[in-house]
């Protein structure tokens, strides 16, 4: 009995340092960058779908400035896990050439600035949908990096 607790243990042990191990951040340029990602692209605990959750997001998450509005954000509904997942699916080019892109179909709300929008008062117009995306990934492991499209 006392072996066999000291096994589970162990495999304890070892589960929790795999686990570990599967959480190490990337290098620090592509930490930067998938921060950058996380903060202008993720947002798990919303919906969105309306023009007021754009142009609060936009303003909150830093993407808009007061002499510049972004023109286009995508903002991905679901947890980070689920994300990250994307990037173990097969290589696709992105638009730069690159084969470091992978697709997956998420909720999304996409943001587009008004025509009559001005900074600093930048105005967005959402789209929300559930649709295909493509991020570039980058890293060991691979985390997404660049909404590619």
Same mark, same amino acid.
């Given at each position: 009995?006392?072996?066999?607790?000291?096994?589970?243990?162990?495999?304890?042990?070892?589960?929790?340092?795999?686990?570990?191990?599967?959480?190490?951040?990337?290098?620090?340029?592509?930490?930067?960058?998938?921060?950058?990602?996380?903060?202008?692209?993720?947002?798990?605990?919303?919906?969105?779908?309306?023009?007021?959750?754009?142009?609060?997001?936009?303003?909150?998450?830093?993407?808009?400035?007061?002499?510049?509005?972004? =023109?286009?954000?995508?903002?991905? /509904? #679901?947890? &980070?896990?689920?994300?990250?997942? &994307?990037?173990?699916?097969?290589?696709?080019?992105?638009?730069?050439?690159?084969?470091?892109? /992978?697709?997956?179909?998420?909720?999304?709300?996409?943001?587009? #600035?008004?025509?009559?929008?001005?900074?600093?008062?930048?105005?967005?117009?959402?789209?929300?949908?559930?649709?295909?995306?493509? &991020?570039?990934? /980058?890293?060991? =492991?691979?985390?997404?990096? /660049?909404?590619?499209?």
């Amino acid at each position: 009995v006392m072996a066999l607790q000291r096994i589970q243990s162990l495999l304890q042990l070892l589960l929790l340092t795999l686990l570990g191990l599967g959480l190490v951040q990337p290098c620090y340029g592509q930490d930067l960058m998938y921060k950058r990602f996380l903060r202008q692209h993720v947002d798990p605990q919303e919906t969105g779908g309306n023009d007021n959750y754009c142009n609060v997001m936009m303003q909150r998450r830093k993407m808009t400035s007061s002499n510049r509005c972004k =023109p286009v954000n995508t903002f991905i /509904h #679901e947890d &980070i896990w689920s994300i990250r997942n &994307i990037c173990l699916t097969a290589n696709i080019q992105c638009k730069n050439g690159e084969m470091n892109c /992978h697709e997956g179909v998420v909720k999304i709300t996409d943001c587009r #600035e008004t025509g009559s929008s001005r900074a600093p008062n930048c105005r967005y117009r959402a789209t929300a949908s559930t649709r295909r995306v493509v &991020i570039a990934c /980058h890293g060991n =492991p691979e985390v997404p990096v /660049h909404f590619d499209r």
